[in-house]
């Protein structure tokens, strides 16, 4: 139950009606103002890809771009740029870090050819090593172009183990850092960025939220998988 000011833990049976009150927070002057105001949180990759996508149909429309201008994202995994000096790499986002989007065009990637948005985002956390404007290139979101990217990645892998294996067996000499080069100017290409509105429990841990929606419809599918 609530308190009159609105604390407390209220479960809801409707699904219709909990979908309304969780847009109603994404729609509040509170939420604009700071997006630890609301958030959802969900047992697994796939709910949150659907509470994900609700969200922004409801505030951007069902035919949006991936990144829209001014929306919020957070870093997935390190995001490493090359030093100024050409030796070696820094971080200049860490995991769970939170970007604003200045701008998002989509195109293909001037040196994988994947599809692709280039961006340009800025930190809204004072704790970002990096509070300056960067620009970047974020993998386009959908099925196609992840199964893409991801077999391209295999691929560089698999070359970067036959090129230790063929430097073990007297061929021709690579050191482990040239062998792997090449998956890892993949791998740390793009930008890795997830949606704020919906997270599935375990990425939100340690997350300051001060009004929490959580989908409890999918716990069975974990206890099944």
Same mark, same amino acid.
């Given at each position: 139950? +609530? ?5 407390? $833990? ?46 922004? /149909?409801? $505030? ?20 490493? !740029?090359?030093?100024?000096?050409? /030796? ?19 195109? +293909?990637?001037? !040196?994988?050819? +994947? ?22 290139? $974020?993998? /386009? ?10 077999? +391209? ?11 230790? #294996? ?9 050191? /482990? ?7 890892? #100017? ?9 949606? !704020? ?17 959580? !989908? ?10």
């Amino acid at each position: 139950s +609530l308190t009159e000011d609105g604390r407390g $833990i209220e479960f809801m049976t409707n699904g219709n009606e909990f979908l309304e009150k969780i847009l109603a927070a994404f729609d509040s002057d509170e939420y604009k103002e700071n997006s630890s105001y609301a958030a959802v949180l969900a047992y697994t990759n796939e709910m949150v890809r659907v509470v994900n996508t609700e969200v922004r /149909k409801h $505030i951007y429309g069902e035919n949006a771009e991936a990144y829209m201008k001014g929306e919020e994202l957070r870093i997935a995994s390190p995001y490493f !740029v090359e030093n100024p000096n050409g /030796k070696g790499n820094r971080a200049v986002y860490n995991t769970e870090d939170r970007v604003k989007v200045d701008s998002a065009t989509p195109m +293909l990637d001037p !040196v994988f050819g +994947l599809p692709c948005y280039k961006v340009r985002v800025h930190a809204t956390e004072l704790a970002c090593r990096t509070q300056s404007a960067i620009t970047g290139y $974020i993998l /386009k979101p959908d099925t196609e172009t992840i199964v893409q990217y991801n077999t +391209l990645l295999e691929e560089k892998r698999m070359e970067a183990i036959a090129k230790e #294996k063929e430097t073990r067996f007297g061929g021709a000499a690579y050191s /482990k850092k040239e062998a792997w080069a090449d998956y890892f #100017k993949l791998k740390d290409f793009f930008i890795n960025v997830g949606y !704020v509105y919906a997270q599935t429990i375990h990425t939100a841990q340690g997350s300051t939220i001060t009004n929490v929606f959580c !989908v409890e419809s999918d716990i069975n599918r974990i206890r099944q998988e």
